[in-house]
């Protein structure tokens, strides 16, 4: 089953702060999480293991919630090439890779 | 950068008619997927590959078959394509713990 995300879009002014949410029914093994610019291909961000720490990446990072099945994205100071369609993707064992994706969220930063 | 190609980049076909998009990787790397892209679904996992001439289904396997006869190429094949197989098609190879996406194929049927 496909894991929820909120919002379905957001837009910020350049600078500001925004919290991207990924929710799942099943137990996780990992979460991942995917920038995509229009007309190209996702590109990952970061992983977050069960038992693992919240990650960083710049002034994104990112935490699990092994017990919710929740990861939550954030974004500090956004800047304009922060802007994107962003996937979590969730992964129910450590085998295959096999990820369902959730239908994103669109960010839009403005100057 | 994972070397992953995808061909053809834009197709156009008709209802009915069969359509084979190709993969290819350098990475030499036992697993591949395909996923089909929609607006509002985000990826959807159509087949994955585990070897040569080892398959199986994803969550959206209906009108689509795959075949790998080597490690580097990966096929997935539209028998009779179909209006609602209008999509972007993105192939990816695993990588240290990520995935690595080709860049697409985006693919009309009218």
């Known amino acids: 089953q496909q894991p929820v995300q909120s919002p379905q879009a957001v837009i910020l002014r350049e600078g500001e702060d925004a919290v991207i949410n990924c929710s799942s029914s099943?137990?996780?093994?990992?979460v991942h999480w995917y920038r995509q610019k229009h007309g190209e291909a996702p590109v990952f961000l970061m992983i977050?293991?069960?038992?693992?720490e919240q990650k960083g990446h710049e002034k994104i990072s990112a935490s699990f919630n092994e017990k919710k099945q929740q990861s939550s994205l954030y974004l500090t100071a956004s800047q304009l090439s922060y802007s994107g369609t962003y996937f979590c993707?969730?992964?129910?064992?450590?085998?295959?890779?096999?990820?369902?994706f959730g239908s994103g969220t669109q960010l839009t930063v403005l100057p | 950068d994972a070397g992953i190609t995808q061909s053809p980049r834009h197709k156009v076909t008709e209802t009915g008619t069969p359509v084979t998009l190709r993969c290819h990787q350098t990475?030499?790397?036992?697993?591949m997927y395909w996923y089909r892209q929609d607006p509002g679904h985000g990826l959807r996992l159509i087949h994955y590959?585990?070897?040569?001439?080892?398959?199986d289904k994803g969550e959206v396997s209906d009108g689509y078959s795959v075949s790998r006869s080597k490690t580097e190429d990966f096929l997935l094949t539209l028998e009779s394509a179909t209006s609602s197989q209008t999509s972007v098609y993105f192939c990816?190879?695993?990588?240290?713990?990520?995935?690595?996406f080709g860049e697409g194929s985006r693919l009309t049927v009218l």
């Open positions: 977050l293991l069960k038992g693992g």
């Open positions: 990475e030499n790397h036992r697993y």
């Open positions: 590959s585990y070897g040569v001439k080892d398959t």
């Open positions: 993707g969730t992964e129910t064992s450590g085998s295959a890779r096999q990820l369902t």
């Open positions: 099943k137990a996780l093994y990992s």
């Open positions: 990816a190879i695993p990588g240290a713990g990520e995935l690595f």
